[in-house]
T-cell receptor, first 112, second 116 residues
Framework: QKEVEQNSGPLSVPEGAIASLNCTYS??????FFWYRQYSGKSPELIMSIYSNGDKEDGRFTAQLNKASQYVSLLIRDSQPSDSATYLCAVNRAGTASKLTFGTGTRLQVTL | GAVVSQHPSRVICKSGTSVKIECRSL??????MFWYRQFPKQSLMLMAT?????????EQGVEKDKFLINHASLTLSTLTVTSAHPEDSSFYIC????????????FGDGTRLSIL
């Protein structure tokens, strides 16, 4: 089992729709969870961080965390073509505050 | 503006060449920096942790003699890919934790290394 799993996609949604991205992780000791957006050929850019169970909203983005199910998701409302990118889920390694384990990413395509 | 500067952004060189990549923290001191590698359509994989004033710690499977890391000062870490071969072609990214430690990390812009 991979430590951080994501569906590679591509996930295709029409402009204006809600995109839902999912991630599961294996290490129950992880406490910090992140969503990064990565455009082709660029380094990751932090979109959302979440540390406690429940929802966290920031503009069009909502992160959801369920530690019991070891599941974290990202919802993007009113999807725009500029949201087309690969979204990486990252989880801190248990016992370390700084080291991250990344999923392979989900490629999102927002169509006109 | 960028808080971590990575240089160069792109390197193309012949097989057998050694390549040095620099990672600088701007406006803050980074006693720890991380080096990642990302192959096409794959995730970022942590290669090593660069520690100022001490040896780098390498992840399992990463050859320390192949990937030399030097944390020369509180603002600079370098990664040298020694005697690079085509299979070393990848996207190399550095990051630094914030001043207070932990998260979120600041990522450099990455270096695209292509070995012919």
């Amino acid at each position: 089992q991979k430590e951080v799993e994501q569906n590679s996609g591509p996930l295709s949604v029409p402009e204006g729709a809600i995109a839902s991205l999912n991630c599961t992780y294996s290490d129950r000791g992880s406490q910090s969870f992140f969503w990064y957006r990565q455009y082709s050929g660029k380094s990751p850019e932090l979109i959302m961080s979440i540390y406690s169970n429940g929802d966290k909203e920031d503009g069009r983005f909502t992160a959801q965390l369920n530690k019991a199910s070891q599941y974290v998701s990202l919802l993007i409302r009113d999807s725009q073509p500029s949201d087309s990118a690969t979204y990486l889920c990252a989880v801190n390694r248990a016992g370390t505050a700084s080291k991250l384990t990344f999923g392979t990413g989900t490629r999102l395509q927002v169509t006109l | 503006g960028a808080v971590v500067s990575q240089h160069p952004s792109r390197v193309i060189c012949k097989s057998g060449t050694s390549v040095k990549i620099e990672c600088r923290s701007l406006d803050f001191q980074a006693t720890t920096m991380f080096w990642y590698r990302q192959f096409p359509k794959q995730s970022l994989m942590l290669m090593a942790t660069s520690n100022e004033g001490s040896k780098a710690t390498y992840e399992q499977g990463v050859e320390k003699d192949k990937f030399l890391i030097n944390h020369a000062s509180l603002t600079l870490s370098t990664l040298t890919v020694t005697s690079a071969h085509p299979e070393d072609s990848s996207f190399y990214i550095c990051s630094a934790p914030p001043r207070t430690g932990g998260q979120p990390q600041h990522f450099g812009d990455g270096t695209r290394l292509s070995i012919l």
